[in-house]
């Protein structure tokens, strides 16, 4: 979104609520300003809202004046104004806007909090504008209120925060002096590949796939063992029996009929843009159902990173179930993953160690666990919580192939 940086900007007084309202009257198909009117049952024309809504690219307005909703931004009027993902389509296209993009550039380079009253005068500098201050004061005003709605800003009495939802925790290796962390991973990972006979493996999983689907006794148990080995190729310290550092925490990974716990870990220092962490631990619920991952998954694995946290405070944590099914079921349990649970399909996990086979066979640039641990930072911040095998191509080989 371009706009024009000169002195007669002006910046529609509207709510970040009436232009998700205005979306919703405008999902039945193209309106005049006077059908919008009677939605809105408003006694004057709602002017700011519809140019707030041109502003961030919601709508477009046909040559006889009509207005209507990109078909893109459809999806929106599903949902509430509180949903996550009426929320993160506000936030992509309020990130798109220039004035807003400069708003929030102003923060990063003052440490992500600032004044209003000398936020408002930057800001006034940065786009060249002249504005009146009464003017000048509202429209940061309103700017701040657009950016708290999906918390790319904080308010705290008179100082504006970038808040921590915003700053996304894009991880990035913590490197001592000219040790590099990537390649002592892989290596790891070389070494293991190379103390096995792969084609002993391939066969050792299918037999285990098979008394998987013919023997319902210790069905748990054996899926755990099963996503357990795969998991050690991508290098993670796989964790899945009871330590005695374990027994002070009520930490534990005994498995039960339908599934069990893993734990996954990365014991190597990292950095996101806002911490230094001594790990990554992974809080991982495992179910053997096809069916669809029971809503009560949700609740072992958050209870599960509870534990973990206790005996890993310092470490970056992620919740992430993995089944058999595509995703959770029943579909209210998908609402109640929001916003850090990732469903991975055991046939996508299949697929990402066939792939690191494949990379070994080859002798070429392994898969790690800081990959799948960059795939989940993206699944969360994109609010896609039921990954496919093509989002994980989409959103970690595509990187993988640029990184080399």
């Known amino acids: 979104m371009n706009t024009k940086t000169r002195g007669n900007i002006v910046i529609p007084n509207a709510t970040s609520k009436k232009i998700i309202e205005l979306l919703k009257i405008l999902s039945s198909g193209p309106k005049t300003k006077e059908q919008i009117k009677k939605g809105f049952r408003a006694k004057v024309m709602p002017y700011n809202t519809i140019n707030a809504a041109k502003i961030l690219e919601f709508?477009?307005?046909?040559?006889?004046?009509?207005?209507?909703i990109k078909e893109e931004f459809l999806n929106i009027t599903k949902y509430s104004y509180d949903h996550p993902i009426t929320i993160k389509i506000f936030k992509e296209q309020l990130l798109k806007w220039e004035v807003f993009r400069k708003l929030v550039h102003l923060l990063k380079i003052n440490g992500g909090?600032?004044?209003?009253?000398?936020l408002s005068d930057q800001l006034e500098m940065e786009l060249n504008a002249e504005w009146k201050n009464s003017s000048k004061t509202q429209y940061v005003g309103i700017l701040i209120n657009w950016g708290n709605y999906p918390k790319i800003l904080k308010t705290e009495q008179n100082m504006i925060k970038l808040s921590p939802e915003f700053i996304k925790e894009e991880i990035k290796l913590y490197i001592p002096e000219d040790i590099d962390i990537v390649q002592i991973m892989e290596k790891n990972i070389y070494d293991t590949l190379?103390?096995?006979?792969?084609?002993?493996?391939?066969?050792?999983?299918?037999n285990s796939e098979k008394e998987l689907k013919l023997n319902s006794n210790n069905r748990g148990k054996k899926f755990q063992e099963i996503i357990a080995f795969y998991f050690k190729f991508l290098g993670f310290s796989v964790r899945t029996q009871d330590g005695l550092k374990e027994?002070?925490?009520?930490?534990?990974?005994?498995?039960?009929s339908g599934g069990g716990d893993i734990g996954l870990y990365i014991h190597i220092p990292i950095s996101t843009n806002s911490k230094v962490y001594r790990g990554v631990a992974i809080a991982c619920e495992v179910k053997a159902t096809e069916n669809g991952a029971p809503k009560k998954a949700l609740d072992q694995v958050r209870t599960f990173s509870e534990q973990i946290k206790k005996l890993y405070p310092d470490y970056k944590l992620y919740k992430l179930v993995i089944s058999n099914s595509i995703g959770y079921e029943p579909y209210y349990a998908r609402d109640k993953a929001s916003p850090d649970v990732v469903h991975i399909q055991y046939s996508t996990l299949k697929k990402i160690i066939e792939l690191q086979f494949e990379k070994f066979n080859n002798n070429k640039k392994l898969l790690s666990g800081i990959d799948l641990v960059k795939f989940l930072d993206a699944s969360i911040n994109e609010c896609n919580l039921e990954t496919t095998w093509e989002y994980f191509e989409e959103k970690t080989l595509k990187n993988f192939m640029r990184r080399w």
């Open 247 to 256: 027994k002070n925490t009520g930490l534990s990974y005994q498995p039960n």
């Open 59 to 68: 709508v477009r307005e046909s040559a006889d004046g009509k207005l209507s």
């Open 194 to 206: 190379c103390e096995i006979n792969l084609k002993d493996i391939r066969k050792k999983l299918a």
């Open 113 to 118: 909090t600032m004044q209003k009253e000398k």
